[in-house]
């Protein structure tokens, strides 16, 4: 028998390809139409899950900012008090704050009732060339220091440079107990915000207390699935192909618990949650019989399967929280596992056979970093984002195992 | 309408010339998609994905001096992503097996039928090996090019195209006892 070249088939079955041509149904145009209508509304979906997204991070962010800046205000306040050195400073103060602060500082320092009673009055009392000192603060500066800030805040408010500011080398330059005045003074002085803190000192001690806490957290997480055909069987799956949007991926869970110090690094954390995450998801693969794939022969047939579901789960929590970073603020990061019981039944879809499934558990391991930031003196704000990892999954009869992965943002209130 | 008013038009998102292009190349496409599909159902969902994929990437294409070319172009590339979404499992099984030559008589076969009778052949092969098939025969492909779209190696690409003529001719084998039991 003749053997023929691999390229006198190529171009034989190319030939009979070339010009092949197949009949669409007539509604192929109608749905193309939908289609293309429907990825400008989609698109808009899409935008608002953007943008509630960029939400979360710009408020996450701006907390993040205002209260670093408050720690770093606090802190040199606590330096003030003799607390260990902190050379951290907000970035510049302007000669205009300076000039408002002064002359707030005139109008209540001119009274005698006033004198001494004004956390702020460091600054304000020129007159006298000599600081008042705030009481309430506790403020004890040598005599030579204070002299030293204060003409350094001349050279501030000289007419002759009216839009002059203070920068933060030229604040390091002074040596500590400068620094320590003239930062208690502006400080106080210019911003309620940073005087409402000031009532409230705290520092990472205050916000790492040695007592429990409360807290109440909302997350919002974005989950995708692994899909895993089951082991057990001795079917040969080609493939599996899933089909998710975006929006049914993303679930929001709510967490009660409490924490716990076990040692001055370590907290212990334990809480009850509860999820809720919408689930409409389709996967179709092609199966056979093992063997026969690997003997050559070829008849796989195509499956469809889903899951449609919206997921209500009741689980607790229990992780660990190791201390981290050298911040003012509480730094951790955390390990913790979730075991959640699905309270809503699931259809599962096998084929043309639809069967519920109930109280199926699912177990989640989370990576987090979570950071603390003080609000009052007993509220605190949480931020944690995580990673999540499903360990298992319990529906052995299914022919493709789900396993989710992903990811998360959590905001939450704690109490001290 | 010429091709060069119909990629103006889908461009600037003109359902008219979109409406034009869909009718003037779907048959086309649908020919491809059925080659690459597990089913007709599949096969009408990828050549509408597809199209969604023609005109979105008519948009940014910078210069098309063929339209039908570079739709088919597109949708083979689709199709490629579409199964490069999907899992699969014997790809590193190993599997030595000697060259499949073809033979005067497999020839006459292919030659003898049909294409639709060929693309039922094709479509009786498990995905891994009918796009591999269907990228080297038929779309001119390399064992390198199939390997780089594919994420495999060419080993894996070599040894699976083996497979899938071993299984072809098995086809085109018992279409020529049946041609002959008929005669």
Not at chain 2, 96 to 124: A, M
Not at chain 2, 129 to 153: P, V, W
């Amino acid at each position: 028998m003749k053997k023929l070249s691999e390229k006198e088939i190529q171009r034989l079955l190319q030939s009979k390809f070339e010009d092949f041509k197949a009949p669409t149904p007539d509604n192929s145009w109608a749905k193309l139409n939908e289609a293309l209508d429907t990825v400008g509304s989609q698109g808009a979906v899409l935008n608002y899950v953007k943008l509630g997204f960029a939400a979360l991070v710009s408020i996450g962010l701006l907390f993040w900012y205002f209260q670093d800046t408050e720690s770093g205000d606090l802190k040199v306040q606590n330096l003030t008090q003799s607390s260990p050195v902190e050379k951290e400073m907000s970035n510049s103060v302007t000669n205009e704050e300076l000039v408002a602060s002064r002359e707030t500082e005139s109008t209540i320092g001119s009274t005698p009732e006033n004198q001494g009673k004004s956390s702020t009055s460091i600054v304000s009392n020129t007159d006298t060339g000599t600081p008042q000192i705030n009481q309430n603060l506790g403020l004890i500066l040598p005599e030579d220091e204070f002299t030293s800030s204060k003409e350094e805040l001349n050279l501030v408010s000289n007419p002759k440079n009216p839009a002059r500011t203070i920068t933060k080398s030229e604040i390091n330059r002074t040596d500590f107990g400068e620094l320590a005045s003239t930062r208690s003074g502006l400080l106080a002085t210019i911003s309620p915000y940073r005087f409402r803190a000031e009532q409230v000192p705290i520092d990472s001690n205050t916000v790492i207390n040695k007592n429990s806490e409360l807290f109440f957290d909302l997350s919002s997480f974005l989950l995708y699935d692994r899909l895993i055909p089951n082991q057990n069987d001795a079917l040969f799956f080609e493939n599996i192909n899933s089909d998710l949007s975006l929006a049914d991926r993303i679930g929001l869970k709510t967490k009660f618990g409490l924490v716990k110090p076990v040692s001055s690094l370590i907290d212990m954390e334990l809480g009850v949650s509860y999820l809720l995450l919408q689930r409409n998801l389709t996967y179709n693969y092609q199966n056979a019989i093992l063997d026969q794939v690997q003997n050559g022969q070829s008849n796989t047939t195509n499956e469809n399967s889903g899951e449609k579901s919206a997921v209500h789960g009741l689980g607790i929590s229990l992780g660990l929280q190791h201390k981290i970073g050298n911040k003012p603020y509480y730094q951790s990061i955390g390990l913790s596992m979730d075991v959640a019981r699905m309270l809503s039944s699931k259809v599962i879809q096998v084929g043309d056979a639809n069967r519920e499934v109930f109280a199926e558990y699912q177990q989640f391991i989370n990576l987090s970093y979570l950071t603390k930031r003080s609000l009052s003196d007993r509220y605190f704000l949480r931020i944690q984002p995580y990673l999540t990892y499903a360990l298992s999954r319990t529906l052995p009869e299914a022919p493709i195992q789900m396993k989710p992965f992903g990811g998360g943002i959590t905001i939450g209130l704690g109490r001290k | 309408m010429t091709s060069q008013q119909i990629i103006a038009g889908c461009r600037k998102n003109r359902r008219k010339e979109q409406n034009a292009l869909h009718d003037r190349y779907k048959d086309k496409v649908m020919g491809i998609c059925l080659r690459f599909a597990r089913s007709e159902d599949e096969a009408k969902d990828l050549c509408q994905e597809s199209f969604m994929k023609i005109f979105k990437s008519l948009k940014s294409a910078r210069k098309i001096e063929n339209l039908e070319s570079w739709i088919h172009r597109i949708t083979v590339n689709h199709a490629i992503d579409d199964y490069n979404k999907l899992k699969r499992r014997i790809d590193s099984e190993p599997f030595n097996q000697e060259e499949q030559p073809w033979f005067e008589d497999e020839k006459t076969i292919i030659e003898r039928l049909d294409t639709i009778h060929l693309l039922e052949i094709i479509n009786r092969l498990p995905t891994g090996f009918r796009m591999i098939f269907n990228l080297y025969m038929i779309d001119g492909f390399s064992h390198e090019e199939i390997a780089g779209k594919l994420q495999i190696s060419t080993s894996t690409s070599r040894s699976q195209l083996t497979r899938a003529k071993r299984m072809v001719k098995n086809e085109l084998k018992k279409i020529d006892m049946s041609y002959e039991k008929a005669i």
